[in-house]
């Protein structure tokens, strides 16, 4: 089941307009650039921005996502028919041969079940053709990024073109190490309504992250800073011999 703020149409509406500033998708930009990457799957495509920023460079993609309000969202945007959207997971997959995955914006982290988590990088494994890489970020748990995430630092309020005014903040619930579980209140001033969204995410160290894809077959080409959020994120290449 996926967590409201990606799963429930009002609230997947409201993601873009939420989060506009995506620079954090140029560091994966340039990867793919650099890559040479003409065929990309993006595990975790949520609302498909980063899907559509390739496809708007001739890149084929094929975006896949388990929430499907977000799959809605994604597909109603223009350009969208050039991206072959798939409500699921990394095991729903159809037989594919990436030049590149990506699972940007802390998809690993939203990957709570290690069972789950195993079978992404499987998935994405046998998606990728021999040589290509699977790229992706996970937040440095020494980072301790949850001691920030509280109602005070995150309240706003946005104008949102046809929405209106939407008040929001988080809220942390618990941390139940390597879990850590908050939620996020939306309050829409046009109606009043009040919808809340629960998330777990888990954190993993470099080396758990690293041994997890060895041990997959992957070979863990190099590990970077996220330089839009730089000492906070590990941002692994993984490429399949
Ligand atoms: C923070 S959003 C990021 C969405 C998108 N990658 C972006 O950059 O905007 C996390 C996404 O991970 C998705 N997700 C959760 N569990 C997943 C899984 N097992 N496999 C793939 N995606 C998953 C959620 O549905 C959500 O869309």
Redesign the pocket.
């Known amino acids: 089941m996926?967590?409201d703020?990606?799963?429930h149409p009002r609230l997947a509406a409201i993601?873009?307009p939420l989060?506009p500033d995506?620079s954090?998708?140029d560091a994966y930009l340039r990867i793919v650039e650099e890559a040479g990457a003409r065929q990309v799957l993006?595990?975790?495509?949520?609302?498909?921005?980063?899907a559509l920023l390739l496809a708007d460079r001739g890149i084929e993609v094929v975006g896949?996502?388990?929430?499907q309000a977000?799959v809605d969202i994604a597909r109603a945007k223009p350009g969208s028919e050039r991206v072959r959207w798939i409500c699921?997971?990394?095991t729903a997959l159809p037989p594919l041969q990436v030049d590149l995955a990506?699972?940007?914006?802390?998809?690993a982290q939203?990957?709570?079940?290690p069972h789950?988590?195993q079978k992404?990088l499987r998935g994405a494994y046998h998606a990728l053709r021999p040589g290509g890489y699977l790229v992706f970020e996970t937040r440095d748990p020494a980072r301790r990024a949850w001691e920030e995430w509280s109602r005070e630092k995150s309240y706003r309020v946005t104008q949102i073109p046809g929405v209106g005014s939407v008040e929001s903040w988080v809220q942390l619930i618990e941390v139940s190490w390597p879990l850590v579980t908050f939620r996020w209140t939306y309050v829409f001033a046009v109606d009043g309504q009040v919808l809340t969204s629960d998330s777990t995410l888990r954190f993993r160290d470099r080396e758990e992250v690293e041994t997890d894809l060895v041990g997959h077959g992957y070979v863990v080409e190099d590990v970077r800073d996220a330089p839009d959020r730089p000492g906070k994120e590990f941002v692994f290449l993984a490429r399949r011999p």
């Open positions: 996926a967590d703020c990606f799963g993601y873009d989060d995506r954090d998708l993006d595990i975790g495509c949520g609302t498909g921005v980063f896949i996502d388990p929430a977000s699921g997971d990394a990506t699972m940007t914006a802390n998809v939203a990957i709570v079940d789950t988590w992404t």
